[in-house]
């Protein structure tokens, strides 16, 4: 199993954990999601990998020069 296979089946565990059912219960029906606050951070950690994996650093660097100044 190759790393980028392991790494996108880790993804999908953390996405399908995170908006599934926290808990659940058989005979009663209950069921509790997970706090707000925890998907949320589980939102930020997919997406921070997924920044990572991006090409560039997400930052561009520009020389600005001034077309009025004339040397005299």
């Known amino acids: 199993m190759s790393d980028t296979t392991s790494e996108d089946n880790l993804e999908q565990a953390i996405r399908d954990n995170a908006q599934?059912?926290?808990r659940a219960q058989g005979?009663?029906?209950?069921?509790?999601?997970?706090p707000l606050p925890d998907q949320i951070d589980a939102d930020?950690?997919?997406c921070s990998k997924k920044a990572v994996k991006s090409k560039g650093?997400?930052?561009r660097?520009?020389?600005?020069?001034?077309?009025?100044?004339?040397?005299?």
């Open 44 to 46: 930020r950690y997919l």
């Open 57 to 59: 650093l997400g930052l």
């Open 61 to 72: 660097i520009t020389r600005l020069i001034p077309s009025g100044a004339e040397g005299g």
């Open 27 to 34: 005979d009663s029906g209950s069921v509790q999601q997970h």
């Open 20 to 22: 599934g059912p926290a």
